[in-house]
């Protein structure tokens, strides 16, 4: 099992940080019913004022060629385009457990 953890920094007011990220997280927590190879899905929003980072999510797949299969799949890639004009910065990191 490979879990792919990803945190995201959003530029923009708060209030426009935190209406993409909202959105963004229900995109994504629809997607373990529609892409096969995700067995799980997990999104956290900051809730940390003296922190940077706006989101981060953890993603449960079988492989670690699922994670390509996962972040190449149209319904992810749907989903990365919500924050995509206000994406500031990502950081990823894929292990084996």
């Known amino acids: 099992m490979v879990k792919h953890i990803v945190t995201f920094k959003l530029r923009g007011s708060e209030e426009e940080r935190r209406s993409a990220a909202e959105r963004f997280r229900d995109a994504l927590l629809a ?29 449960t797949v079988p492989t670690m060629a699922d994670v390509a299969t996962y972040s ?13 004009p206000l994406r500031e910065s990502r950081a990823c990191v894929d292990y084996t457990v």
């Open 72 to 84: 190449k799949h149209p319904d992810h890639v749907a989903a990365a385009a919500i924050i995509a």
């Open 31 to 59: 997607l373990p019913s529609r892409i096969d190879v995700l067995e799980s899905m997990e999104v956290g929003l900051n809730e940390n004022p003296a922190e940077d980072w706006d989101v981060v999510l953890t993603a």
